[in-house]
């Protein structure tokens, strides 16, 4: 269903045939006010589809207390945990049927406040000298976690340690066991990147590889380029910007031949009569992604391409004239996207789609003897081997690589920061070379005053 504009908003059919006309208010709040992105959106709206499936099975419709409805909700939550055979359910992770909790007390939530329905899971106030040891301990480690991330954590109302209460809701359950790893067995096999690039035979192809594995971006990103966002600098490298699809700053001239300056959303929507990609709905098929990244400009909303190596900044520069000559300057004006569909079909010289990536890059693999099944062997594996050679090749500060990266939080680059037992090896030998040079005294063993060695 149609929301603003070039957005799609995911609707609940009710028993009836009927659309919940609630659900659907509720999704456009939290797209429009809170800015939830589409994937998250169909998520959330899925889960209050399933609480109400679960419902209509189990009380078949009948009104319930608000006791009951928590109830309701407990066994929803063990339903979706350990699967239900009356619904088709199969078990799922502790998290996920979290999460399905979460969307259903905040849609309920929200109901209560805007309509006066009755919530599910409302937010309580509740004393810290009431919790047990357990929920205090959680609120501690959210409370320090917070502080590495949150700039303005000093300024939210109501801290805990200010008034000795906490407003959480009476059912939480947990998310189970975090399996957070290094990325020492995510990341694509480092002597095949080169390969793998040189390998594909067209240039665009060859140009999205290298923004993958030498710029370290997300599959979805380079999607939403627009052809004036790469240019060429006087040194021969590559400058590649990524503006935020809707808040970042653009320049164009408009239909009264006049300079604007602007959002691209707004560009799109004067220019094209369309929205930015990452707000149509998950199963459209030009639908790319938006995940969000640390804003080299955050008064423009846009980032650029920190290149791991210098002679693939060069190569991406050439192919892009290249491509540009060839190519991309030959599609008429129906869209400002940079990479373009180049089948012989009816969709030729439109938007690439994501599904056009994924394959692309299987193939790409499956040329220089890879297989999709293989650890790191996967597009988000580049971005794993972009971490890896911070860390292990260059021997960046994980500060550094996070910043290379455009992570908001130093915790997401761990999970990429992965350095080699080689690159282990070698830091530990020059680390015992500069204290031989500057404190040799420091490598006199005490042998005296190890035990003698037996005779046995």
């Known amino acids: 269903m ?165 407003t959480m809701r009476p059912f939480a359950p947990g998310k189970g066991r975090s399996k957070r790893t290094t990325g020492l067995q995510k990341h694509y096999p480092p002597e095949k990147a080169w390969a793998t690039i040189a390998s594909t035979p067209r240039t665009r192809d060859k140009l999205y590889l290298l923004l993958l594995f030498f710029g370290g971006v997300r599959i979805s990103e380079p999607l939403h380029l627009f052809a004036s966002d790469v240019s060429v600098q006087a040194d021969g490298t590559a400058r590649v910007v990524f503006g935020h699809p809707q808040d970042g700053a653009y320049l164009w001239i408009g239909r009264d031949g006049k300079r604007q300056r602007g959002r691209r959303a707004t560009f799109l929507a004067e220019r094209y009569g369309f929205g930015p990609r990452n707000l149509l709905g998950e199963t459209h098929p030009l639908h790319a992604g938006w995940k969000g990244m640390m804003q080299d400009d955050p008064s423009r909303s846009e980032s650029v391409v920190h290149w791991l190596r210098d002679d693939a900044s060069r190569l991406f520069a050439r192919l892009h004239a290249e491509y540009m000559r060839t190519v991309r300057s030959r599609i008429p004006d129906m869209h400002p996207y940079y990479f373009v569909n180049e089948r012989a079909d009816e969709s030729y010289g439109g938007p690439l789609k994501h599904s ?77 070379a500069r204290q031989a040079l500057e404190a040799p005294e420091l490598l006199a063993a005490p042998f005296s005053l190890l035990p003698a060695p037996s005779n046995a």
């Open 2 to 166: 149609e929301g603003a504009l070039g957005s799609s908003l995911p609707f609940l059919l009710l028993e009836d045939g009927e659309v919940s006309y609630l659900a659907l208010a509720w999704a456009r709040h939290k797209m429009l006010d809170a800015e939830v992105g589409t994937a998250s959106l169909s998520k959330a709206v899925a889960a209050v589809g399933r609480f109400y499936d679960y419902y209509m099975v189990e009380r078949q419709g009948s009104a319930l207390a608000a006791n009951e409805l928590r109830l309701l909700l407990k066994q929803f939550f063990e339903a979706r945990r350990f699967g239900a055979d009356a619904l088709g359910w199969e078990p799922v992770k502790a998290g996920t049927a979290a999460d399905d909790v979460r969307a259903v007390s905040e849609f309920t939530e929200w109901c209560s406040e805007n309509f006066g329905h009755v919530a599910v899971n409302p937010r309580e106030r509740v004393m810290l000298a009431h919790l047990n040891l357990a929920e205090q301990m959680t609120l501690a480690l959210s409370a320090t976690l917070r502080k590495k991330w949150d700039f303005l954590y000093h300024l939210a109302p109501a801290r805990a340690e200010a008034n000795g209460a906490v």
């Open 356 to 432: 056009n990536v994924s394959k692309g890059f299987t193939r790409a693999a499956v040329r220089v003897g890879l297989s999709a099944a293989d650890d790191g062997v996967n597009p988000h594996g580049a971005r794993h081997f972009y971490g890896y050679y911070c860390a292990s090749v260059l021997r960046l500060p994980v500060e550094t690589t996070q910043r290379l990266m455009h992570h908001e939080s130093i915790q997401s680059t761990e999970l990429y920061y992965a350095l080699s037992g080689e690159a282990v090896r070698t830091e530990l030998l020059r680390a015992q």
